[in-house]
């Protein structure tokens, strides 16, 4: 039977989310300000926007943070699955334990340590600090991530449908490609979504690695933001956040499509 919210835990739910989202409304609500400050709310005005999009710089900045979320999404996507299916596929629980520990103490290490590492390692490999070091450093905590993302649907496969492809003739390739990877294509989905949103959110190791002339969103609005209050920082972060909800949206549409079609096989 499914236990009814009692009206006390959905006051407390929606004072929760009001704390979380009242901030961002706030920010998104003064974008349209067409004073100077956050502190008087003298009219509407689309005019940060505009002044936002004629920003030539700020657009190939955009641009940047792009191509590097998208790129690091896609290769620390690969390289966290065939990381999660090496975990799965080791024989002995010391190893897989061994394997999942070293993957965990990357999240939870602090970005500030990460940033730190890698700068040093850029140093003394010689690697130009630029897009590269960005997307290398991007790639490698993302990683993780998606490693967490794919795990668990592994785990909840029952070895009897590899064990049952094996028995119709199946090799190794068919077994991968037809039967496991269609199974955790909705961890594998999660993995890609959460390794964007990282690496569009990232700002303490990207600080680190970033050199001149290259920089993305996140260490952009931080020096904005320490040169005073302008109205074009809540444009910018206004215009963030309706990318990620889009994302969001977009996930949640994947997932639920992959859900039926899961479904629609069981089915037959």
Do not use: C
Request: positive net charge.
């Amino acid at each position: 039977m499914d236990k009814k919210i009692s009206p006390l835990s959905k006051v407390f739910l929606v004072f929760i989310f009001f704390i979380l989202y009242a901030p961002i409304f706030f920010l998104i609500f003064y974008s349209f300000n067409s004073g100077d400050t956050m502190y008087d709310f003298k009219g509407f005005t689309l005019d940060w926007y505009r002044e936002l999009f004629h920003d030539t710089r700020l657009l190939i900045i955009v641009l940047n943070t792009i191509v590097v979320a998208l790129l690091s999404a896609l290769f620390s996507t690969v390289i966290g699955v065939l990381g999660a299916l090496a975990i799965y596929l080791a024989k002995k629980w010391q190893t897989k334990n061994t394997l999942l520990s070293l993957n965990n103490v990357l999240i939870v290490s602090p970005d500030v340590i990460i940033g730190a590492s890698f700068l040093i390692l850029f140093t003394m490999v010689g690697i130009k600090l630029g897009f590269y070091s960005v997307l290398l450093s991007h790639i490698a905590f993302s990683i993780p991530i998606v490693v967490l993302m794919v795990l668990p649907k592994l785990m909840e496969m029952s070895p009897s449908l590899i064990d049952a492809a094996r028995d119709l003739g199946a090799n190794s390739w068919n077994v991968l490609t037809k039967v496991m990877i269609p199974f955790i294509s909705p961890g594998i989905f999660a993995g890609f979504f959460m390794a964007l949103t990282y690496s569009f959110d990232d700002f303490a190791v990207t600080f680190f690695v970033t050199g001149n002339g290259f920089s993305t969103l996140s260490v952009e609005i931080y020096s904005l933001a320490r040169r005073g209050i302008s109205l074009n920082i809540n444009a910018l972060s206004a215009l963030l956040f309706v990318f990620t909800m889009l994302l969001v949206v977009i996930y949640y549409f994947i997932s639920q499509r992959t859900k039926l079609s899961g479904m629609g096989v069981r089915k037959q």
